[in-house]
């Protein structure tokens, strides 16, 4: 019996060594990575770098954020170079789809652009519409006027292509009418934290995501207020999509497809709508699913059914 017993001591040691060497837990285990490719407002405010120290902690899954503007970050996806597409520009979101190099596209959040300039308004378009405004800047920047200036983040990202959509609804090309139409239209080439920075030390109008705004006016002490935040042309909608794997084979479809259920989930929605709030007093994005229906106009996208992992 001693021998017997001596025996299975022996067995449960060399057990708790070979349990020690490789038997761990999902939490001990390497994490995986999920390369994602996204706009700079969502990186800027902070939201992106909490979900990822939460995601990581959580799921074990190492959330490998680049953040440009909407038309980098699409030349990155279709470079291969990510596994997820996180932006917020429907228009090229749909062309990129159509091109076959999105797919599992949902919604995930939304909030709206402003118009934000100095404080006394030298333009006096405070009140009125953003075509309105765009129209009466461009009218005193080629008059010359003292004061007026309009910065553009001329990047082709997201923000971009709404102030261009906002141009075109005033009636103006934007093309031949208003890039290098003069000193009093300014494009950076880079990102919103940056333009709105210039914004501030040029004493310019500028328009922005109010997310990213409200992080630099407190983070930054911006001196912009907000001018015109009204207008159906103002909506701002984000959304995600994996890259297709019959694109680029080696997409980690299977941790992109969870992140995007994830996302929206009751828990990634919750997540998304408490960030800001003991900051700001608001959240700084608004869930989509506070929507009844977000597939009908001026939302058109679905972000409540959970998506399958696609195939090649």
Known sequence: M???L?????FLILLAVICAAGCVSPQQQEPTQLKIATT???????????????????????????SQGT???????????????????????????????GVNHRGIAYNYFIIVGPADDPAGIAGMTPEEGVAKLKELGDAGTEGIIFVSRGDNSGTHSAEKNIWKSAGFNYTAQI???????????AGMGDSLTTSGQLGAYILTDEATYLTYKKNNNLPLEVIIDEG?????????????????????VKDATDFTNWLISEEGQNFIGAYGVEVYGKPLFTPMSTLKDSTLPPFNIDCKTPVVMPTA
């Open 71 to 101: 038309g980098k970050a699409i030349a990155s996806a279709k470079n291969g170079d990510v596994d997820v597409l996180l932006v917020h520009s429907p228009s090229q979101e749909a062309a990129f789809i159509d091109e076959g190099y």
């Open 232 to 252: 159906a042309s103002l909506l701002n909608r984000y959304s995600i999509m994996t890259i297709s794997p019959a694109k680029y084979p080696d997409t980690n």
């Open 40 to 66: 700079t407002s969502l990186y800027d405010t902070g939201l992106l770098d909490a979900v990822q120290d939460y995601y990581l902690e959580n799921y074990n899954v190492d959330l490998l954020i680049t």
């Open 6 to 10: 001596r025996v299975f001591g022996v």
């Open 2 to 4: 001693k021998k017997v």
């Open 179 to 189: 890039t290098g139409s003069g000193p009093w239209y300014k494009e950076t080439g």
